[in-house]
């Protein structure tokens, strides 16, 4: 059973538009959630990450939402930019083993 | 600012090899990690090791052998490969609590 569901698989938007990006898991444990951003050939890099006490964070253009009650978090960026084309996986680490479960992942294109 | 290093970036091995990948970090991060990257997959966890000469097995350890020689360093060994097995295998990093930072991966072909 996957641990950390993410959602779309794949998501096309327009230069200038809003991206939303959604994960939802079921272990209780889990309590600091980080967003990656990938580029094709490169490894994974930190975009933005939540603690299981807040409920949003925001960092310019990227802001991540979290719902502990219904153990959701979500991914909003705005005036989406063709740079922004990447990969994008949601994980979320245990306070109990400290292990980092990561999504399937949402592969963004933004068309200018 | 640090960098992770992992050797080599292409690997080829032939089916059934025992094929070793290495990472070297210079963060001075108490905790390394392994992962396997599938093709429009998820990251998934072959080993950690959260201090020099610790082993802690991920969700996908089978198959797979680790060590960490050292504080900088953590390989991973294919104990024999496999057809199936072609992915990116990316090494990682942190310090406790906090953010993992990823080397560019070896991406593993087997024939």
């Known amino acids: 059973q996957q641990q950390v569901r993410q959602s779309p698989q794949s998501l096309t938007v327009w230069e200038g538009g809003t991206t939303v990006l959604t994960c939802s898991y079921e272990d209780s444990t889990f309590n600091y959630f980080p967003w990656y951003q990938q580029f094709p050939g490169e490894g994974p890099a930190l975009l933005i990450s939540?603690?299981?006490?807040?409920d949003k964070k925001e960092d310019g253009r990227f802001t991540t939402f979290f719902n502990k009650r219904e153990k959701k978090l979500s991914l909003h960026i705005i005036d989406s930019q063709p740079g922004d084309s990447a990969t994008y996986f949601c994980a979320a680490r245990s306070t109990n083993t400290g292990k980092l479960t990561f999504g399937d992942g949402t592969v963004l294109t933004v068309k200018p | 600012g640090g960098i992770i290093t992992q050797t080599p970036k292409f690997l080829i091995g032939q089916e059934g090899q025992k094929l070793t990948l290495k990472c070297q970090q210079n963060?001075?991060?108490?905790?390394m990690y392994w992962y396997r990257q599938d093709s429009g997959k998820g990251l998934r966890l072959i080993y950690y090791?959260?201090?020099?000469?610790?082993?802690q097995k991920g969700d996908l350890s089978e198959g797979y052998d680790a060590s960490r020689e050292k504080k900088s360093s953590f390989s991973l060994t294919v104990t024999s490969a496999q057809k199936n097995e072609m992915a990116v295998f990316l090494c990682?990093?942190?310090?406790?609590?906090?953010?993992?930072?990823f080397g560019k991966g070896t991406r593993l072909t087997v024939v």
């Open positions: 990682a990093s942190s310090p406790p609590n906090t953010e993992v930072f």
């Open positions: 963060f001075n991060h108490d905790t």
């Open positions: 090791s959260i201090t020099e000469n610790d082993l």
């Open positions: 939540i603690l299981s006490v807040s």
